[in-house]
């Protein structure tokens, strides 16, 4: 096949597998717990209708999967500088995506995709719905080539393709300047993000509960065992027991979640951009442009400070719409792990220097009321009166205690970590409590600036700060109001008479 | 806040967005709120008023619910009240600001430059009364956008022509 991206051109053939697949895969998902109940109570005949009924599904998925591929086209218009895509078997539809509002091109290898050996490339807007943009099997040489020209735009490419393709490609003229090995991916493993996993444990149990129970609902005998399994299981050996093997799963899952994600991570630079790879089952390839990040995030936890690693985030435009967690996701980037120096060089990438340490701004301590109120003295009242009323919660009276004596200090420790530090060029916002993170803002990355007062501190002379950004907002509360005063003016001027764009 | 000062910028000098004089809303817009508000709670009237007829219960002591509905519709009166004296627009050479607030007092401040798109809206009851309602988009997402509700149509259109008018001034080095 050509490279010459100007003529209207098709997907890889294996395409049409592809997408057959993914209907196929849709479809078996949607439909897997009824069909798995039929299959247990259905006699043979049935059965056989089952199986055929399926084959028959596969095979309208993969001529759907043809007619998809044959009227799926792309092209690049080098005169208006648009990518375009036409798609549609039943009505048509026509993409067309300026270069100039590309945000980041993913190339992606699934599973399946992976055995074939094609890629997918998605292509990041702000705004667009990134699902709409995606081109879901071409070959790596094709998907690395159009990367290219769809990030580099005007620039002359030469066309030049390099003869070996591999997972990363184009190796030889990039060196990653970061790449994390297996040893710091076991360490991220063991102290980070011990939130998501915990939810997707609680994800992962639930349905597994919720599955056992229909299983058992379609064999017409759920007396709630699993209740029952629950309830007789629980002493405070056992609970304490279940606690240990519960951190112990949840640490596991941490590993393991950072090596499918994480494994390989490399990122290096290319031209103007950062070329991001990573991916163990799946390989993900991201390249984006440092001018479209809008946050720079690094935090910090604990065990992070004791072995000199961070967290990065870098976000991007989201065009303010509600968006998925994925979504979340996708735009904002992840550096699981990197050292000081390594934190610095993607800085410098992208914020163009270091940010200079500035004017420090703490909040009042009235920060503390409502936190106060919300979490500490509410739940005591409350606690108070059913202590009173009912005995069965008497016992757990030390729990209580520790609760309040916990919050206090996580309340505390929020107030202190909570602060922003202004320079000429740069807005740095601290917050946190057991992970420390930094939001970094460039002033003329601000959308828009809000101020709020509450009547009853005009006096005192306190208020908040929200900076509006595409990638989300940052707050700063309690603060000396005159003072926010004084900077959102100043920041409003940086912003109109400044000439940069903030994408 | 001397950690800022450089040569050429003296801060006490640049333009200080908390002494811009604002432009409140429309008086004939309090009417449009006064009618939303009576249309809500008359909605709510009805639903009480047929509770008392039919339910026992609730006609055994019509007094205390009566009173409760007195006590909510005043309070939204002076909700109502509240919000409309709070509020107030201003456009500055290089920005428009809008402040509103019920309890906290908001001022949200959108550059003209950061502007996406500016929409006008007329809702059926402040045609009546020749309002519009002017909202300003930019890409930070609807916590940072401007919506100026109540100004007098004309007024409008002249702040979203000029807005309009901004916006290509400002986009054309790009495209060039």
């Known amino acids: 096949m050509s490279l010459d991206f100007s003529q209207p051109q098709r997907q890889s053939t294996a395409g049409i597998l592809i997408s057959g697949a993914y209907t196929v895969q849709q479809f078996v998902r949607a439909m897997f717990i009824p069909l798995a109940i039929f299959l247990i109570k259905s006699n043979k005949a049935a059965l056989l209708y089952t199986v055929l009924g399926l084959v028959g599904v596969l095979i309208i998925s993969l001529i759907y999967g043809y007619f998809y591929y044959r009227k799926f086209t792309f092209y690049l218009d080098p ?16 993409l067309s995506i300026p270069m100039e509002k590309i945000q980041q091109v993913n190339i992606n290898q699934g599973f399946l995709q992976k055995l074939i050996g094609v890629y997918s490339l998605q292509i990041d807007t702000a705004g667009s719905d990134s699902k709409e943009v995606n081109i879901s099997a071409i070959s790596g040489e094709i998907a690395f080539a159009l990367k290219e020209h769809l990030l580099n735009g005007d620039r002359e490419i030469d066309t030049a393709i390099p003869g070996e393709l591999t997972n990363q490609p184009t190796a030889a003229k990039e060196t990653p300047f970061i790449k994390i090995g297996v040893s710091t991916l076991l360490k991220i493993g063991l102290t980070s993000n011990y939130g998501q996993s915990m939810v997707l444990l609680l994800g992962f149990g639930y349905a597994v509960f919720h599955n056992i129970k229909e299983v058992l609902r379609a064999f017409d005998n759920d007396n709630g ?12 050996i056992s609970i304490s027991v279940l606690l240990m093997v519960l951190v112990l799963v949840l640490l596991i899952t941490n590993v393991i979640r950072t090596f499918v994600k994480y494994f390989d991570f490399q990122i290096s630079k290319h031209h103007q951009s950062l070329l991001i790879s990573s991916g163990l089952l ?11 990040v809008q946050i720079t995030q690094f935090s910090q936890n604990y065990f992070q400070k004791k072995i000199g690693l961070f967290n990065m985030a870098l976000k991007q435009a989201h065009a303010g719409k509600e968006q998925t967690e994925k979504e979340v996701r996708s735009n904002n980037l992840e550096v699981p792990g990197c050292s000081a120096i390594e934190k610095d060089e993607i800085m410098r990438m992208i914020l163009s220097k270091l940010p200079t340490e500035g004017a420090t701004y703490r909040p009042n301590f009235r920060y ?9 003295i509410l739940p005591s009242i409350i606690y108070g009166a059913v202590y009173y009323f009912d005995s069965a919660v008497r016992p757990f009276f030390p729990v209580a205690i520790a609760y309040i004596f916990i919050a206090m200090l996580m309340i505390y420790i929020s107030y202190t970590k909570h ?8 807005i740095i916002k601290q917050s946190g409590i057991w992970d420390i993170s930094k939001e970094i803002v460039q002033p003329h990355k601000i959308q ?24 989300g ?31 | 806040m001397q950690n800022f000062t450089n040569e050429t910028i003296d801060l006490n000098a640049l333009p200080k967005f908390e002494e811009t004089p604002l432009t409140h809303p429309h008086q004939k817009y309090w009417n449009v709120m006064l009618i939303n508000l009576v249309l809500f709670l008359a909605f709510i009237g009805i639903g009480l008023s047929l509770l008392i007829v039919f ?18 519709a005043a309070f939204l009166f002076l909700l109502y009240r509240a919000s409309f004296k709070r509020r107030g627009f201003a456009l500055r050479e290089k920005d428009v600001l809008y402040k509103s607030g019920i309890i906290a007092e908001t001022t949200t401040i959108v550059p003209l430059n950061r502007i996406q798109h500016v929409a006008l809206n007329e809702g059926f009851l402040s045609r009546m009364f020749h309002l519009g309602t002017l909202q300003i988009y930019t890409a930070g997402g609807s916590t940072g956008e401007i919506r100026i509700a109540g100004v007098p149509i004309e007024q409008a259109k002249a702040i979203k022509e000029a807005l309009v008018q901004r916006l290509v001034i400002n986009s054309k080095p790009e495209t060039t």
């Open chain 1, 79 to 94: 005169l208006k500088r648009e990518f375009v895509i036409d798609k549609g078997v039943f009505g048509r539809k026509q």
């Open chain 1, 225 to 236: 065992q699993v209740e029952q399994f629950f309830k007789s299981g629980v002493t405070i």
């Open chain 1, 282 to 292: 799946a390989k993900k390839n991201t390249l984006l442009h440092p001018d479209k």
């Open chain 1, 368 to 376: 503390l009321n409502l936190p106060i109120l919300f979490w500490l």
């Open chain 1, 419 to 426: 602060r922003i530090i202004v320079s000429e060029d740069f």
């Open chain 1, 448 to 471: 828009s600036i809000s101020t709020s007062q509450f009547p009853w501190h005009r006096s005192l002379d306190i208020g908040h700060l929200t900076i509006h950004t595409a990638a």
């Open chain 1, 473 to 503: 907002n940052i707050s700063f509360s309690y603060g000396n109001f005159t003072e926010i005063k004084n900077l959102v003016n100043w920041w409003l001027y940086q912003v109109e008479c400044g000439e940069k764009d903030w994408m």
């Open chain 2, 55 to 72: 339910k026992q219960e609730v006609q055994k002591n019509w007094m205390l619910w009566a009173g409760l509905f007195i006590g909510f």
